[in-house]
């Protein structure tokens, strides 16, 4: 080849550098796209009633280095459902929402990002149906105990007052009372079993129970002999029996066994007609208390009657979050010997918001209940130690 075909070669090539050269340097540079990742997905609430919403949420962050646009997409049962553009500046992450309502029961699933979570949509809760009236009497036995369940298919005592009163029959007698399905001695002190002789002579009784502990008392004796004259079934329940008497479930709650010591032995039972409950304890007192905790067993009601009276020995703390009711009622004697109720338990009662009655203020108090509302009524027109007057509730 020519010296002058080889200078040609030589000016093509150096031109064309320059061209290249000029092209590279008036071309923008292109930027790698945005990069997202859906790090964390979730449903509040997971469970809905048809028509109601759920709002599901998402964190999203951003992985490159500038702004970018991403679209997130909900899948919902496999199908797209929604749609969200979200615009995060590099290495941003923020939370997106999706709000999601359905009118059809069953179970969904969603997904975005290629996480997933899934709701339910149940039926709707039905209240639950009233029954028809039932009464829960406090009497007003002075420094004793005596509580009667009558119901349209049950009729239950707990304790029978004091040995040194005749007035047990009388309040039994005065509300129509013709019969007892059950009759309880929570234990054998004279004011809970003192007038056993006076309902087992004046009443049908089907069955009676008695802790287990024996005593050597005179009142006690009478007692049992009363029982042995009588026709009533006998029973010691333990702690984890459950019985029915018509419509009224019992539940056991002490003693798991007897040591002799009356207190610890007491019988407490969680009484549930419809929707309401009520726990009585005897005269258990704090330790015993923390046993039934310890055991288990659903102590939770919207009414205690509060332990031995009202005595500081009683009604701990931990056994009245455990039991948790809107209301509490001590029976005790008007300016009994022992201080009862004790102020240390009514500081802990109106510590939690719990309205309060006792015997010796406001005289025999009931309890109105369809199973489903009650309201509390005291004999005497005063109001609650602690707590609104007389309100009705919804259990």
Known sequence: MSKKGLAGILVTLVVGAIVAAAIALHSPTTQAPARFDVLNLELNPKEIEPGETVTVTVEVLNLGEEEGTHVLELIIDGVLGQTQDITLDGGESASAFFVVQKEIEGSYSVEVGGLTGTFEVVEPEQPPDALEEALVYFFDVGQADATLFLGPDFTVLIDAGDYRRNDVVPHLDSVGVTELDLLIGTHPHADHIGQFPQVLESFPVGEVWMSGDLHTTRTFERAIDAILASDADYH????????????????????????????????????????????????????????????????????????????????????????????????????????????????????????????????????????????????????????????????
């Open 236 to 395: 010691e329940p333990r702690a984890g029996e459950v019985f029915e008497f018509g419509t009224l479930l019992i539940e056991v709650l002490n003693p798991h066994q007897i040591t002799g010591d009356f207190h610890e032995g007491s019988i407490s039972v969680r009484m549930t007609y419809g929707e309401l409950s009520f726990v009585f304890t005897g005269d258990a007192e704090t330790h015993t208390e923390q046993a039934m905790i310890d055991r288990g067993h659903n102590l939770e009601a919207q009414v205690l009657h509060l332990g031995h009276h009202g005595s500081r020995t009683s009604s701990g703390s931990a056994f009245l979050d455990a039991v948790s009711p809107d209301i509490a009622i001590y029976s005790a004697g008007e300016g009994n010997q022992y201080g009862h109720p004790h102020v240390e338990v009514v500081e802990r009662v109106a510590a939690m918001g719990i309205s309060l009655y006792g015997t010796d203020i406001h005289g025999t108090v009931v309890v109105v209940t369809d199973g489903v509302t009650y309201s509390v009524e005291g004999e005497y027109a005063v109001p609650p130690l602690i707590g609104t007057t007389g309100a009705e509730n919804t259990s």
